[in-house]
């Protein structure tokens, strides 16, 4: 006999209690397949006289809906189907808004998408004060709108204004602020959930009215101020997107048709817009990154092995980067860290970056001040190796020098006989860091990217000697740790920075081909990256690029590697970028507030004049195009394991426009037939550098994709 998903109690007072639990499933996702289902359901409570009101509820433990199954788009053959399956959806949740009765939403943990659209559909809604209790509609991450009138019903619950902050950016509150939002209705401890929401049954159904304040009224109640509003609105879409992502434009569109002709027109041009936006190719990209993504996260073992348990983390170094380890090592792995220094001045610098995130987040409400104490408490310090007997994950953060980094290793082998000493290098081969080790087996790669709090990807490096076993439990560590790890070979610059280098070098050449600076940042803004080659040199220091040049070009060879040497005089004027607050842009008190500028005399020093002269698309091909080619030599080199390694890595570690699927979902849509044509035209007109690689030149005679 078949296992149902949805099941219907009836409690001897007269409320029903509805109980959403997919077999075999560890969270509840909403599928087409369940439609009947419901319907049943429906036509049960609605047959039933003595019923009194409606309990909506979860039978998993730690989540309600997680939103709606994304694979049964893959079966929508064109924009009708999937506006059809938007259709079924907004009629489900409109019988169910339609029900005589009070119908009340209980949330305990992740209540997303069509989850959420389906608790916007109850009468009155109850969440608890758990961790795990988020409330969003992430749809705009997939490139999609809410489709079963969630862009119809929350700007009707807490107002136009909140409602397009929240759709438009897919971010996800916790019950407190959901309730401060007007989103739920009651926040709980999780303990007395079913009981609160009992209690709502026997008020009956609410009365609702929006309450706004007087900014609200003036802006949504007459034409003029919704007028400003979604102009203000779509201003501020266009500067984040660029037009590059259709969906927020979509939903700017649809919530104004519900405002200003009422519901039933919103939820046609909800469900038709849907339909569309399901067939865009930016969609498609952005699922497909979802589904590579997920994907990873079942992959518990590395090549048959298990990873070990880790339950003391030491990080060696208290910087920026050592700091940044610790504080998602406590925040997310949840494991006490140890942290060692030369100073007492390091352990406190890394203290103090825990501290001033989680006072940030105190501040915001998002935790207690208990939560605070708990997790400082988990960080602790010293400048000789006490209390690392029983640590069994070391990750190394100290400065870029291979005698010190093997005086690492030395020193932690001989404090613990069972830690695996994981390195932080950015440049520094990790079987040279490993090469004096009584246990090369234990030793790895674990690179982070900066900020370590923000950033999500983490490369895992395992050199020759590297046990499989090594490897597992460093990728379990780092998803512990809340990081997209992907397996890369030991070869200079890894993987992330082996692609950007070519990259960053030609943005570089462009400037002193006499390209202003803001001009080309802005092509590649404009291409879908987050921020510009030459923005992004100074964010991350030129004296950083400077010395990472060298190393790929002594270890890699080739022209692509070669950083211009007229960058020489930036350092020579200590010019370091940020960091020194001299750079390629402005700084400080000489740059103006709200918008960079670009620092003139920095065309004097490096001897040119600006003056654009190429189309801006195609500064954005020369520089894309460096980029692309070395990524399918790495892959061909076996840098990466896969091209959806390489997808994952380019997005999550540099940025790689995410509507475009990553570097090789790229490559696949261009053709890469016209990707070599686009190269061998550059490689006529420019020079060498850009000769399309051997993988590419073979794959396009034999009509081969990377997908």
């Known amino acids: 006999m078949e296992q149902k998903s949805f099941t219907l109690e009836i409690r001897k007072d007269g409320i029903g209690l509805l109980t959403m639990d997919v077999p075999g499933e560890s969270m509840n996702t909403l599928k087409a397949a369940f439609a009947d289902e419901v319907r049943g359901v429906l036509a049960q409570i609605r047959a039933n006289k003595d019923l009194i009101g409606l309990v909506i509820r979860s039978g998993k433990p730690d989540s309600f809906i997680a939103g709606a199954d994304i694979g049964m788009l893959a079966a929508c053959q064109s924009a009708d189907d999937a506006e059809q399956l938007a259709r079924e959806g907004q ?32 009468h009155s809604r109850v969440a608890t004060d758990h961790g795990k209790t988020v409330l969003g509609l992430p749809e705009v991450q997939l490139g999609l709108l809410p489709g079963s009138g969630g862009t119809q019903r929350l700007p009707r619950l807490i107002g136009v204004a909140k409602a397009l902050d929240l759709i438009l950016t897919g971010k996800q509150v916790r019950a407190k602020q959901a309730k401060k939002l007007g989103l739920v209705d009651e926040v709980v401890a999780p303990s007395i959930l079913l009981e609160a929401a009992i209690k709502r049954v026997k008020q009956g159904k609410p009365k609702r009215e929006l309450k706004r304040d007087l900014q609200g009224k003036l802006l949504e109640t007459n034409k003029l101020g919704r007028k ?3 102009d203000q609105a779509r201003k501020g879409v266009m500067a984040k997107t660029r037009g590059n992502y259709p969906a927020p434009e979509r939903i700017l569109e649809v919530i104004r048709i519900g405002v200003e002709e009422g519901m039933q027109a919103g939820l046609a041009a909800e469900a038709r817009r849907f339909g569309e936006l399901v067939m865009t190719p930016e969609s498609a990209a952005l699922r497909s990154l979802f589904f590579a ?14 990873p070990r348990k880790v339950g003391h983390v030491g990080v060696l170094g208290g910087g920026l980067m050592g700091g940044g380890i610790a504080y998602v090592t406590t925040s997310k792995a949840g494991l006490p860290v140890r942290i060692k220094d030369v100073a007492q001045g390091g352990i406190s610098n890394a203290l103090r970056y825990s501290y001033d995130l989680l006072a940030k987040k105190l501040k915001r409400r998002h935790i207690l001040r208990s939560e605070l104490e708990k997790q400082m408490s988990m960080l602790s310090g010293t400048v000789d190796y006490s209390g690392f007997h029983r640590i069994d994950m070391v990750v190394e953060a100290v400065f870029e020098d291979l005698a010190l980094k093997q005086q ?14 994981a390195s932080n290098t950015s440049s520094l081969p990790i079987g040279q860091i490993a090469a004096k080790a009584a246990h090369p087996e234990r030793v790895v790669g674990l690179h982070y990217f900066s900020p370590v709090d923000k950033m999500p990807l983490a490369e895992i490096i395992p050199h020759a000697g590297t046990s499989a076993e090594t490897v597992a439990t460093t990728l379990a560590f780092a998803r512990a740790q809340g990081k997209t790890p992907i397996v890369v070979k030991d070869e200079a610059g890894f993987y992330v920075n082996r692609i950007l280098a070519p990259y960053m070098n030609e943005a570089a050449r462009l400037v002193l081909e006499g390209e202003p600076v803001e001009v080309l940042d802005g092509a590649l803004l404009d291409f879908g990256f987050p921020v510009g080659p030459i923005n992004l040199l100074d964010e991350v220091g030129i004296d950083v690029g400077a010395k990472i040049s060298p190393i790929l070009e002594q270890e ?18 200590d010019r370091k970028g940020r960091k020194n607050g001299k750079g390629f842009y402005l700084y400080g008190k000489a740059a103006k507030k709200g918008k960079k500028q670009v620092d003139e005399s920095v065309y004097d020093l490096l001897g040119v004049t600006p003056q654009a002269k190429l189309p801006k698309a195609e500064l954005a091909e020369r520089c894309v195009l460096m980029m692309l080619n070395e990524a399918a030599i790495a892959l061909d080199g076996g840098v990466i394991a ?7 890595g380019a997005i999550f570690g540099i940025g790689f426009p995410p509507f475009l699927g990553g570097p090789f979902r790229y490559m696949d849509c261009l053709g890469i037939a016209h990707l070599v044509g686009r190269l061998e035209h550059y490689q006529q007109r420019v020079g060498d550098r850009f000769a399309p690689c051997e993988r590419l030149k073979s794959m396009a005679a034999e009509g081969r994709t990377f997908y």
């Open 642 to 648: 896969s091209p959806r390694d390489g997808d994952i």
């Open 408 to 421: 690492m290793v030395a020193d932690i082998e001989r404090e613990t006989q069972q830690a695996i000493f």
């Open 556 to 573: 890699l060879g080739g022209e692509r590697f070669q950083a211009p040497a007229a960058f020489d005089k930036l350092l020579k004027a």
């Open 228 to 230: 400003v509003l979604f």
């Open 293 to 306: 993504t997920t994907e990873m996260k079942k992959e518990v073992s590395y090549q048959g092995a298990a």
């Open 91 to 122: 009629l489900l949740f409109g019988e169910i808004e339609a029900l005589p009765i009070p119908v009340i939403a209980a949330i305990h943990g992740p209540c997303l998408g069509g989850g959420l659209e389906l608790a916007l559909a109850c």
